[in-house]
């Protein structure tokens, strides 16, 4: 009854427009009043617990630090240097547009900054040298879903927090899956394009490359003190956030130094907006967590899914199919706010590494964003790129198909997550 009463109240708020984090509280406060266990003082108290938290500091200072990385010259040198690598190879900015997603993940950790970023520089330029409009803005839009994978990763930031696994763990397990997405991605495109005619660029020199090179150093070095800081326990996920936001001021007001003084406050308010969206959902979906346990909800989801406790495999590929449903219709921060406290119980009576499982969880709520109605990264590709929502789904489908068998392969196969996630986590 109160899996029913929960869910039918959240989805009949949504289909309201209320904003998400709105309506966690208001399906909440429906919870709450069927269980006659209504209480100002617990919705209060589980509003602040939801936004004082440690870990969750690390979020506003990633989306500082991306936000400080576009406007400070660090982006396009980014780009820059993925051309002079394979701009000259058929298909090239193809694959430009692949190094510089899997490079560019290393930054940002938003799939939406990092889509708008390539698809503003990259689409256009594809689309002048001949490459299909439709498909070199689907190929960007699924390029971008691997920033939430692979570390600094808000994603799994918030799954961290909200399940109580290391964010640490959570950080290394994405890199092995990102780099396969970058591989599938490469695949796919490569199958595609080798009957079409497009231009190539011309071959960078040695010198050009080494120049290239040399000029991206500084953002490549980035990554390299996120992923050794954190591996040697030099610092923690939120200490390596702050020093990713004053890396990238130091890299892009004085080595760069296209970062003006006089710009910092159009950045530092870009970031504390979207800062402010995500504590409020992490706020919010504390409320509905507390209830949700407090109704037995989990207990409720793991009766319904009891055929497949046995056989772990069976029961991951069931959730998987039950959150790339949900994602079709809900963006990837609720999707994991309110499924987490959900489905880990279900996970841990299972025996399921919970690190391998939250690696699956947001690499399947990523795919989600690649698909419609919600598909946000779909529509920022769709909005750069100046197409018509139609014509992107076409063009990504490839993608699309090849990342959710890399998803299927991960579900079957862990060992390919746990082998080097015991190496990199030592």
């Known amino acids: 009854m109160t899996l029913v009463v929960f869910v039918a109240s959240l989805l009949g708020i949504m289909a309201l427009g209320?904003?998400?984090?709105?309506?966690?509280?208001?399906?909440?406060?429906?919870?709450?009043?069927?269980?006659?266990?209504?209480?100002?003082?617990?919705?209060?108290?589980?509003?602040?617990?939801g936004a004082d938290n440690f870990a969750l500091m690390a979020i506003p200072f990633f989306i500082l630090a991306g936000e400080v990385m576009n406007a400070g010259g660090i982006s396009k040198r980014i780009i820059a240097l993925a051309m002079a690598l394979v701009g000259h190879v058929r298909g090239g900015l193809g694959y430009v547009a692949i190094i510089a997603s899997l490079l560019f993940a290393g930054l940002s950790g938003s799939a939406v900054a990092d889509t708008a970023a390539l698809g503003a520089i990259l689409i256009p330029m594809m689309a002048k040298a001949g490459y299909d409009r439709n498909r070199s803005a689907g190929l960007i839009a699924a390029g971008g879903i691997i920033a939430p994978v692979i570390p600094p990763s808000i994603p799994m930031i918030i799954f961290g927090v909200t399940s109580g696994v290391s964010i640490s763990k959570l950080f290394m397990a994405g890199i092995v899956p990102g780099i396969l997405l970058a591989v599938a991605?490469?695949?796919?495109?490569?199958?595609?394009?080798?009957?079409?005619?497009v231009e190539t660029q011309p071959r960078k020199s040695a010198k050009e490359m080494w120049l290239a090179t040399r000029s991206?150093?500084?953002?490549?070095?980035?990554?390299?003190?996120?992923?050794?800081?954190?591996?040697g326990g030099i610092f923690t996920p939120t200490e390596a956030a702050a020093v990713a936001a004053v890396y990238a001021l130091f890299v892009?007001?004085?080595?760069?130094?296209?970062?003006?003084?006089?710009?910092?406050?159009?950045?530092?308010?870009?970031?504390?907006?979207?800062?402010?969206?995500?504590?409020?959902?992490?706020?919010?979906?504390?409320?509905?967590?507390?209830?949700?346990?407090?109704a037995n909800i989990p207990g409720q989801?793991?009766?319904?899914?009891?055929?497949f406790l046995d056989n772990k495999v069976l029961l991951l590929l069931a959730i998987n199919a039950l959150v790339f449903l949900v994602g079709t219709a809900m963006d990837l921060t609720p999707t994991?706010?309110?499924?987490?406290?959900v489905l880990m119980p279900i996970i841990e009576h299972a025996g399921i590494d919970p690190v391998f499982f939250g690696l699956l969880?947001?690499?399947?709520?990523?795919?989600?964003?690649?698909?419609?109605?919600?598909?946000t990264v779909l529509n920022v590709a769709a909005g750069v790129g100046k197409i018509g929502m139609d014509d992107i789904i076409k063009g990504v489908v490839p993608f699309l198909i090849a990342e959710v068998l890399v998803l299927l392969l991960l579900t079957i196969f862990p060992q390919i997550v746990l082998a080097p996630l015991g190496w990199l986590h030592q």
């Open 301 to 307: 989801v793991t009766a319904l899914l009891e055929p």
């Open 336 to 341: 994991i706010l309110i499924l987490t406290p």
């Open 216 to 231: 991206a150093i500084w953002a490549l070095m980035l990554p390299a003190i996120i992923i050794g800081g954190l591996r």
């Open 185 to 197: 991605l490469t695949i796919t495109w490569a199958w595609i394009v080798r009957k079409e005619k």
């Open 18 to 49: 209320t904003p998400i984090a709105f309506a966690l509280l208001i399906s909440g406060l429906t919870l709450m009043l069927v269980m006659d266990n209504f209480d100002t003082q617990i919705l209060a108290s589980n509003l602040i617990d």
């Open 252 to 294: 892009g007001m004085v080595v760069y130094r296209e970062l003006k003084f006089d710009q910092l406050y159009k950045v530092v308010l870009a970031a504390a907006k979207t800062t402010s969206v995500v504590m409020l959902l992490a706020a919010a979906a504390m409320v509905s967590a507390w209830l949700i346990t407090i």
């Open 361 to 375: 969880f947001v690499l399947n709520n990523c795919i989600g964003l690649l698909t419609p109605p919600v598909g």
